[in-house]
T-cell receptor, first 115, second 113 residues
Framework: AQSVTQLDSQVPVFEEAPVELRCNYS??????LFWYVQYPNQGLQLLLK??????LVESINGFEAEFNKSQTSFHLRKPSVHISDTAEYFC?????????????FGTGTRLLVSP | NAGVTQTPKFQVLKTGQSMTLQCAQD?????MSWYRQDPGMGLRLIHY???????DQGEVPNGYNVSRSTTEDFPLRLLSAAPSQTSVYFC????????????FGDGTRLSIL
């Protein structure tokens, strides 16, 4: 079984400041790792994913996440946030041995960017 | 591009009523799933399907039924609604393979009085 922990339910930050959203997971099998973003009144959109290879993955809008196997973490970072980054962010894992994506989500972190 | 379409967007039911949440995708995805989203609990998997005629239970299946007669459609049925089923429901689909991203619908906001 898998579980995902996002300790911060809400992270307030000023525009152009850096931010880190934390994610830790536990699993008895190897997993793929994902970050999804949810804007108000919308469904979830894939932000970035770690499948294999380089432990640092990047998104097209400036976010990056680093997979740390020893610490079982997959923290999300952005060096300078914009107002438009205000959203809820979900970390998720999916076991590699199922043949399909069976996501287990964390409880989410609401990022609030203010001017 | 329609992607994943969920209907209705909003619904209010009385306890004991039944209803079906509709989900359709036009991407020829084999895998479809239903999640519920509750405050402070993230998304939890209700049921999923790996292809037409094949369904299985997720983490919170009680009170919900599903069927998959076509690749495109994956309806979720509440046979006797309860207040505990008040939630936002999301349908998702993806290609086969654990590394394939899931595509989510915009959700159905359901209130049970």
């Amino acid at each position: 079984a898998q579980s995902v922990t996002q300790l911060d339910s809400q992270v307030p930050v000023f525009e152009e400041a850096p931010v880190e959203l934390r994610c830790n997971y536990s699993s008895s099998v190897s997993v793929y790792l994902f970050w999804y973003v949810q804007y108000p009144n919308q469904g979830l959109q894939l932000l970035l994913k770690y499948l294999s290879g380089s432990t640092l993955v990047e998104s097209i809008n400036g976010f990056e996440a680093e997979f740390n196997k020893s610490q079982t973490s997959f923290h999300l970072r952005k060096p300078s946030v914009h107002i438009s980054d205000t959203a809820e962010y979900f970390c998720a894992v999916s076991p590699m041995n199922t043949g399909f994506q069976k996501l287990v989500f964390g409880t989410g972190t609401r990022l609030l960017v203010s001017p | 591009n329609a992607g994943v379409t969920q209907t209705p967007k909003f619904q209010v039911l009385k306890t004991g009523q039944s209803m079906t949440l509709q989900c359709a995708q036009d991407m020829n995805h084999e895998y479809m799933s239903w999640y519920r989203q509750d405050p402070g609990m993230g998304l939890r998997l209700i049921h999923y399907s790996v292809g037409a005629g094949i369904t299985d239970q997720g983490e919170v299946p009680n009170g919900y039924n599903v069927s998959r007669s076509t690749t495109e459609d994956f309806p979720l049925r509440l046979l006797s609604a309860a207040p505990s089923q008040t939630s936002v429901y999301f349908c998702a689909s993806s290609s086969t393979g654990g590394n394939q991203p899931q595509h989510f619908g915009d959700g159905t906001r359901l209130s049970i009085l």
